[in-house]
T-cell receptor, first 115, second 116 residues
């Protein structure tokens, strides 16, 4: 089936440093890639998304880049703060049949920002 | 996303029992989804519905059933056929279903189901 691989599974950075999380996907027809942040025991919250007609999108300290040729996309967090500590999930829309698409998630990255 | 309400927050299932998880949204979204999350893993799609009275199986539908009689409601029943039901269940909704366009999904607070 369709697959999204996410790396690393855990990431520790010092406060103020940058963090990068990478995902690869298998379906070259995928055209929507959201990122979610999930704090312990809480709901995933959409933090940024990108569509295949752009290569990069930025929102304050968060940016996402997309390389359609290589089929990978990355989340970049700059000037990390302790409140950035959480599990981050990438996802990709996959074609199921006809024009129906399904969102498939990566396995998550536990980010810890050390004060 | 205060517009999606899941209940109960915690649920316990006895052997051979069916249990139903509630999901209600007041966002006027057409599409609704159910995901299962196991510790240390990502979200896996159980069922989704793009419009009222229509729903489709996701990747792990066996042992689960759903209904979509109203736009705002998409309850999930975990049947006795689901032998390993212990997990965190998340409901989500989006403006349009997967067919139409790439719209973000917004999640409820989840229900944690355990076996007694």
């Amino acid at each position: 089936g369709e697959n999204v691989e996410q790396h690393p599974s855990t990431l520790s950075v010092q406060e103020g440093d940058s963090a990068v999380i990478k995902c690869t996907y298998s379906d070259s027809a995928s055209n929507y890639f959201p990122w979610y942040k999930q704090e312990l025991g809480k709901r995933p919250q959409l933090i940024i998304d990108i569509r295949s007609n752009v290569g990069e999108k930025k929102d304050q300290r968060i940016a996402v880049t997309l390389n359609k040729t290589a089929k990978h996309f990355s989340l970049h967090i700059t000037e990390t703060q302790p409140e950035d500590s959480a599990v981050y999930f990438c996802a990709a829309h996959f074609l199921i049949s006809g024009s129906a698409r399904q969102l498939t998630f990566g396995s998550g990255t536990q980010l810890t920002v050390l004060p | 996303d205060g517009g999606i309400t899941q209940s109960p927050k915690y649920l316990f299932r006895k052997e051979g029992q069916n249990v139903t998880l509630s999901c209600e949204q007041n966002l006027n979204h057409d599409a609704m989804y159910w995901y299962r999350q196991d510790p240390g893993q990502g979200l896996r799609l159980i069922y989704y519905s793009q419009i009222v009275n229509d729903f489709q199986k996701g990747d792990i539908a066996e042992g689960y059933s759903v209904s979509r009689e109203k736009k705002e409601s998409f309850p999930l029943t975990v049947t006795s056929a689901q032998k390993n039901p212990t997990a965190f269940y998340l409901c989500a909704s989006s403006i349009d279903g997967p067919v139409y366009s790439n719209q973000p999904q917004h999640f409820g607070d989840g229900t944690r189901l355990s076996i007694l």
